[in-house]
């Protein structure tokens, strides 16, 4: 069962499937060691951004989102040290218009301004001083036209031309721990901060420790500061979002959204100081529904002209009427952000789809297909244009058309799944789905599907592609139960029609267009003619019903694979011999735990294998060897998979546990065949321990796909 688990993460995991400005070194931050006093607006040094105009952005300053195929330049977003990162800002955390803009935060993408007349949008990264990777709070005040960011490592505030920033430890929030809602007391230097509270679990049968969070009343003219904490006057720790209302009055959304039974609910400061609350206290046993308020954590709070206050939680939206000491509700699922037009009506991002409340009745009014959206984000631009997104990016609904909007320079989306890298030196990629290359390393270009990427991509003088690549150099692309092969001039099908096989587990082409399907049914071969036969499996690997990812060796006499048990449980190795005609499973006991994506053909023609369990070996006249790996390098449980490098270099992803039995990919091992190098999060600026893909360019440099982006740097 624990190989199961662990071949079952491995395998789902590794089965998920770009207006720049100049590249600039990050500016250095403040430092977290002098934390008081804190430095006013004209005594602190900006960091150095872009200055924004102060009119709306003409349509020749900033293009408009480019259409696919369209060549445009990347503006990177560095992090600290010498690894370039290529990111997304579409997955939306939060929106926000501050009279003029539309400001969309986003999950470790940065922020980006909208101009909402020209829908012309202005990124902020690390690349051009700001300093935030993941936003998730922002606020405005209209009197001085400050815009206020709370994110991942800390504040952030824009005066109109440059980013100052403060730590999270400098107001007195752990430095682990995201800052995660802000508000503004109009027309003062007067913030309201809101942090992550943070559960450490000691061990499974106890309660977690609690740390972090709280709330800051915060003066940062004059450094003042004051803080609240649970269960005195807050009812939770945990602090999602604030409102400062019409009269004055704070409201406070707090508890772990989404959890229940958990402490949160609704807070309010009246403007004497006085606290209220409608909720389950800190550490009390008191009922979930508090005087009409249904649910446990909300996470985002709203207030009509007429003073009506909204709370949104995982079970709909409550509403407070001006005076009412009892709360109605609506129920819908996952509530998220909240925005009132300029006809009073409600508008929530859920995960259902956007919502508007009419007559105290929810209407879904935008979902993309029949599947959960789970948008996150919703806010007005005051010209009546309705902007919301989520983890799929952005989209702006007005007066019945639908317009979703992209930004020129960055990645569809932050996972990017397969590199190719093709002997004109550009490289190509797999980023949300969509097909993309990156030119001289400046300049990203996107195509519309699958066939134009390819006919762009012809000729193609690389030893991988992200297609099934022939050794007479077509490009083959698998639809549905057609084959279709690209030479550079024309297209050519094959249909398959031999096997019974409903789910497509892997194709590989071999030399004189031979093909090879795997599938729950067995294995489906092609000649050059089209003349199909199957290939029913050994008797010996009865329990391993599928071949995974089969490869063609390079005499393209025998078809290669690693097996497992219903896709999941890994299994040997296969070779189906095309002359013989015969099966052969690979007894070598270091073999039987081959990862999924264990199996793999050098470009010498080498076969080489990675086990979950922390094996390397490569066949070399016709005997397995076993290549020793130093412990400081492993670090590990195991191997996801093998990639080639330049000459003998090896790129490897390694597996570490991640839960009760179970493993996740953890980080990338290098071996230029004398040293052994593993970099992490922790030990290097990489973005994400989630490694699917590795090339190696000429000039020894590196690009790495992650879940957080598109990584270049030079290995030591």
Known sequence: MNRFRIALTVLILLSVACASLPQAAPTALPTTEALAPLPTLTAQPPVESTPLPPEPIPPTATAAAPALGELVPIQPSNLPGEWLLIDSPNALRTLHFDGVFVWAGSEAGGLVQWEPTMRSPLRHTRATGFPLTSVYDLASDASTGYVYAVGDTGFAMWDGSAWQYWYAEQLGFPADLPLSAVAVEPGTSVLWIGGQEGLDYADYFNEPTRRGGGLLRWDWQTGEMQRFSAPDPLLSNQINDLLVGLDGTLWVASGLYGSEP????????????????????????????????????????AQAADGRIYAASRRGVSWLEPGAEKWQFVEFWDAQQMALDDQGYLWVAAREGLFRLENDYPVNVFTRGTQSVNYRAAAFDGQGGIWFGGEQGLSVWQEGTLQELS????????????????????????????????????YIQCYPDETTAIEAASPWTGTTALWPLSPEGKLWLLEERTAWAYDGSSWASVALDAGSGEYIQGFAVGPGDRLALSSEAGLELYDPAGQARSVTWVASTDFYTVVQ???????????????AYSNFFPGPALRYSLDSQTWETIADPLLANLSPQGLSLSPSGEIWAATADGHLLVLRQDTWQVLPITAEAMGSVGFAWVKFGLGADLWLATIDPCGFEAVCVSGLVYYDSANWM???????????????????????????????????FSPP
Not at 278 to 283: A, L, P, S
Not at 415 to 436: F, P, Q
């Open 678 to 712: 593993r970099f992490t999060p922790e030990n290097s600026p990489l973005a994400s321990a989630w490694i699917f893909d590795v090339v190696h360019t000429p000039g020894d440099m590196a690009w790495v796909a992650t879940t957080a982006g598109l990584q270049k």
């Open 549 to 563: 990812h089969p490869f063609f060796d390079a005499a393209g006499s025998a078809i290669w694979g690693s097996s």
């Open 262 to 301: 958990t402490d949160g609910g609704i807070s309010f400061r009246s403007p004497d100081g006085n606290w209220g609350e409608f909720g389950r206290q800190h550490g009390s046993d008191g009922f979930a529904i508090d005087r009409g308020l249904n649910g446990y954590g909300f996470g985002s709070l």
């Open 407 to 442: 930004v020129p320079g960055a990645l569809p989306s932050m996972l990017v799944t397969d590199l190719a890298l093709n002997g004109d030196g550009s490289l190509w990629l797999r980023s949300g789905g969509v097909v993309c290359q990156i030119l001289e390393d400046a």
